[in-house]
């Protein structure tokens, strides 16, 4: 069983959706980080959070840490939000090291 | 402030081959950490320097090797190349501790 788990592993949306995507892990953490993967590979940090909830904009990420999940959501889905999500999370420590989950490939259509 | 770069963005090199790639931290980070990501495996971690030392390693082979120079740039070399090996290598710095990570556009490695 993987350290970090995703679900779904695919999405698709309508335009305008509400969206969730879900990740749950099993190790101990420091922070968990949200990211966006688009095609061609670079990745951009959405969320880093230890604790509740944040908002940039039209995403929000929540975190429980007793319950070791988090979600991300996104309000009023947009065609440019397609994009691979991935949920990780820092295992603490004396290090940065980060442990992924594989990901979410969302796809919103007009 | 210039973002984290990565040289080269691709690169094709044959089997048995050895490859040096390299990452240019944001101004002032004194973490970086290394990635390898594949369509079967995702992303894995590879190492991790802070301040010229290796404070970290993934379970990778001997093969794969890096450092970190006094400028905080690093470099990750991978010796006699395997088919495997292809994969887009990610690298990652932060300021100091557990902060948020500042990704590079990464290096696609295809081995032939």
């Known amino acids: 069983k993987n350290e970090v788990e995703q679900s779904p592993q695919n999405l698709t949306a309508q335009e305008g959706e509400f969206i969730t995507i879900n990740c749950s892990y099993s190790v101990g953490i420091s922070a968990l980080h949200w990211l966006q993967q688009h095609p061609g590979g670079g990745i951009v940090s959405l969320f880093m959070l230890s604790s509740g909830k944040k908002k940039h904009g039209r995403l929000i990420a929540t975190i429980n840490i007793q319950e070791k999940h988090s979600s991300l959501h996104i309000t009023a889905s947009h065609p440019r939000d397609s994009a691979v999500y991935i949920c990780a999370v820092s295992s603490g420590g004396a290090t940065n090291k980060l442990i992924f989950g594989t990901g979410t490939l969302l796809a919103v259509q007009p | 402030k210039a973002g984290v770069t990565q040289t080269p963005r691709y690169l094709i090199k044959t089997r048995g081959q050895q490859v040096t790639l390299s990452c240019s931290p944001i101004s002032g980070h004194r973490s970086v950490s290394w990635y390898q990501q594949t369509p079967g495996q995702g992303l894995q971690f590879l190492f991790e320097?802070?301040?010229?030392?290796?404070?970290n390693k993934g379970n990778f082979p001997g093969r794969f090797s890096g450092r970190q120079f006094s400028n905080s740039r690093s470099e990750m070399n991978v010796s006699t190349l395997e088919l495997g090996d292809s994969a887009l290598y990610l690298c990652a710095s932060r300021p100091t501790g557990f902060t948020e990570a500042f990704f590079g556009q990464g290096t696609r490695l295809t081995v032939v």
């Open positions: 320097y802070f301040s010229e030392t290796q404070r």
